[in-house]
């Protein structure tokens, strides 16, 4: 999603981006009534139902991953 990240700025607003990215999908998962990821990506969607959540549910949550090294 991003190159590295060297300059102190840069580490920070993309911290904050996944911390948002991060909230949202908790939102997401709640919405839906699964634990994870995996139940997400495995659950049978029904269109009916998520049309009236008053949020764009994705089909798949692929796993993000953010590396950090001093």
């Not at 634990?35 to 692929?62: D, G, Q, V």
Request: glycine residues 4%; charged residues 25%; hydrophobic residues 45%.
């Amino acid at each position: 999603l991003a190159p590295v990240i060297t300059e102190p700025q840069g580490a920070c607003a993309a911290l904050q981006w996944l911390v948002k990215e991060m909230e949202s999908r908790y939102e997401i998962l709640k919405l839906i009534g699964v634990r994870n990821i995996e139940s997400f990506n495995t659950r049978t969607i029904n269109k009916e139902f998520e049309i009236t959540l008053n949020k764009e549910i994705p089909a798949k949550m692929p796993y993000i991953v953010g590396i950090i090294d001093e």
